[in-house]
Nanobody, 117 residues
Framework: QVQLVESGGGLVQAGGSLRLSCAAS????????MGWYRQAPGKQRELVAQ???????NYADFVKDRFTSSRDNAKNTLYLQMNSLKFEDTAVYYCRFHVPLSSVDYWGQGTQVTVSS
């Protein structure tokens, strides 16, 4: 089992920055994909960024050159650095850990990011 706890969300003005954290506990050694998703009111959850096998990082087009995802293995924590935030980045952000071997997904509880225009 893996438990994920996000933190770092909040209210920020457009153009500002936030850093989200996703702290993992439990057995994470089979986790191969670590990702960030977001869901705005009335919209479907969408992929923001993901790190595959600790090497390749993919970003959605709408966050490229603004957001950076990284991991700290020693702290078992996934990060999302968000710069140049826009009003349309307002959403609840979730981290997701995926275990391909068992096709199991673990999700955090979500953290609210609100960008004022």
């Amino acid at each position: 089992q893996v438990q994920l706890v996000e933190s770092g969300g909040g209210l920020v003005q457009a153009g500002g920055s936030l850093r989200l954290s996703c702290a993992a506990s439990g057995s994470t050694f089979r986790v191969k994909i670590m990702g960030w998703y977001r869901q705005a009111p009335g919209k479907q959850r969408e992929l923001v960024a993901q790190i595959i096998s600790g090497k390749d990082t993919n970003y959605a087009d709408f966050v490229k050159d603004r957001f950076t995802s990284s991991r700290d293995n020693a702290k078992n924590t996934l990060y999302l650095q968000m710069n140049s935030l826009k009003f349309e980045d307002t959403a609840v952000y979730y981290c997701r850990f995926h275990v391909p071997l068992s096709s199991v997904d673990y999700w955090g509880q979500g953290t609210q990011v609100t960008v004022s225009s």
